[in-house]
């Protein structure tokens, strides 16, 4: 299991202090952000009526598009003909990739 080891989103107060007793604050607004990167792997040759199925890995949800059209919501695609493919995805915490 991996740990999730961020900070949550939200403001931060770092209190500073000298040797002469010194004080200086800062505050920080924090903004989480997880980038991920789904892998569909090599571009593939694909003989004629055969097919691939394409599958970029475990996410919450998924959007397909072929030649920039989507065309799927599934957790894999199966394709048969050239085109472009490609894959948008949402984990578990609303990021994109």
Known sequence: MEEDTRLDTGIYVLDLYDGNNCHIQESFN??????????????????????????????????????????GSDTA????DAANYRVQVTDDFGCIG
């Open 77 to 80: 695609l199966v394709i048969s």
């Open 30 to 71: 924090m903004h989480y952000v997880k980038t991920i990167y789904p892998q569909l792997g090599n571009d593939l040759v694909i003989c004629q009526g055969n097919n691939a199925k394409l599958y970029p890995g475990e996410y919450e949800n998924y959007q397909w598009f072929k030649d920039d059209v989507q065309t």
